[in-house]
Antibody
Framework: EVQLLESGGGLVQPGGSQRLSCAAS????????MSWVRQAPGKGLEWVST????????YYADSVKGRFTISRDNSKSTLSLHMNSLRADDTAVYYC????????????????????WGQGTLVTVSS | QSVLTQPPSVSGAPGQRVTISCTGS?????????VHWYQQFPGTAPKLLIY???NRPSGVPDRFSGSNSGTSASLAITGLQAEDEADYYC????????????FGGGTKLTVL
């Protein structure tokens, strides 16, 4: 069974940093593109960042570009999101999500979807 | 402001059919990129409902179906049940934004 377990959320001051982790199991981690998606309280879903299976390709929403860094450790089946210069509007539940591997290569494809999602971890940016 | 536009809410009585629209543009749905749909219950993570415009993952009832045409996509739910009351989101790719997956703003389905 595929499992994604996020951790690292909590209360952080504006301008501060936070690191989120997502522990994956139940599938060959390196074969899959992985993403972070967030949801502000009472709001809709917002794509944050995506990383290819090898880690060589990274993609960011304009709202986080230059402040967030996505990375992965395939030897530990772990996805990470380093968040710097946090702002109040970064307050959200952050979900990690697995993307399909149609050819087992971990290649980024535009038409990918998210399945499954982790349970999410809440990041609150407030003084 | 979401790149994909969904109605904030829809409603229907048990047994009825409802549709949820997802309107995009020539840089996303209109460019031929696939549309995917997710269902989310309060306090839980989203769950994939439809992928690749029309495909249902195993376990998703055939009461749920997807379609698209031009710059829009739709999710149809037939034989509406009380347990279908949830938030629904569409998702696609936009080639005007580097590497960007995009979501609709979400639609709250109320079963009357």
């Amino acid at each position: 069974e595929v499992q994604l377990l996020e951790s690292g959320g909590g209360l952080v001051q504006p301008g501060g940093s936070q690191r989120l982790s997502c522990a994956a199991s139940g599938f060959t981690f390196s074969n899959h593109v992985m993403s972070w998606v967030r949801q502000a309280p009472g709001k809709g879903l917002e794509w944050v960042s995506t990383i290819s299976g090898s880690g060589g390709g990274t993609y960011y929403a304009d709202s986080v570009k230059g402040r967030f860094t996505i990375s992965r450790d395939n030897s530990k089946s772990t996805l990470s999101l380093h968040m710097n210069s946090l702002r109040a509007d970064d307050t959200a539940v952050y979900y990690c999500a697995k993307e399909p591997s149609l050819d087992g290569s971990g290649t980024y494809y535009e038409n990918n979807w998210f399945d499954p999602w982790g349970q999410g971890t809440l990041v609150t940016v407030s003084s | 402001q979401s790149v994909l536009t969904q109605p904030p809410s829809v409603s229907g009585a048990p047994g009825q059919r409802v549709t949820i629209s997802c309107t995009g543009s020539s840089s996303n749905i209109g460019a031929g990129y696939d549309v995917h749909w997710y269902q989310q219950f309060p306090g839980t993570a989203p769950k994939l409902l439809i992928y690749g415009n029309i495909n249902r993952p195993s376990g998703v009832p055939d009461r749920f179906s997807g379609s698209n045409s031009g710059t829009s996509a739709s999710l149809a739910i037939t034989g509406l049940q009380a347990e279908d009351e949830a938030d629904y989101y569409c998702q696609s790719y936009d080639n005007s934004l580097s590497g960007s997956r995009v979501f609709g703003g979400g639609t709250k389905l109320t079963v009357l």
